[in-house]
């Protein structure tokens, strides 16, 4: 898994590629929880480039979503897979994630 950020004016923009597992999930998770804690009014998730999602990935991502939460920081995702997408439909993580088909839709949802 890697992952970058690009600072835009009114969120930061992650961009995920590669496998998210047990092996790479623990410093994402310490990533974006950073980041969290910088004061970013938003952060939108590219997951375009997401080629795997385990159970651990999924929880750095919820853990993420719940950490952005107490801070009033706005989340949202976009990009997934169908596979990933349906993956996260069954586990139910879904409905605690924002996840939005295009990083348009993701910045439209900031506003809203």
Request: aromatic share 8%; charged share 25%.
């Amino acid at each position: 898994m890697q992952f970058s950020t690009e600072q835009t004016p009114s969120y930061t923009l992650v961009k995920l590629s590669g496998r998210l597992d047990t092996r790479t999930a623990e410093a994402l998770q310490a990533g974006l929880v950073t980041l969290i804690h910088q004061n970013a009014p938003a952060i939108i998730i590219d997951s375009c480039q997401v080629t795997y999602l385990s159970s651990a990935g999924m929880r750095a991502f919820f853990v993420a979503t719940k950490e952005a939460e107490k801070t009033k920081c706005k989340i949202a995702f976009f990009g997934f897979s169908e596979s990933v997408t349906d993956l996260l439909r069954v586990a139910r993580v879904d409905k605690y994630l924002k996840t939005f088909r295009d990083r348009t839709e993701a910045e439209q949802s900031l506003t809203a």
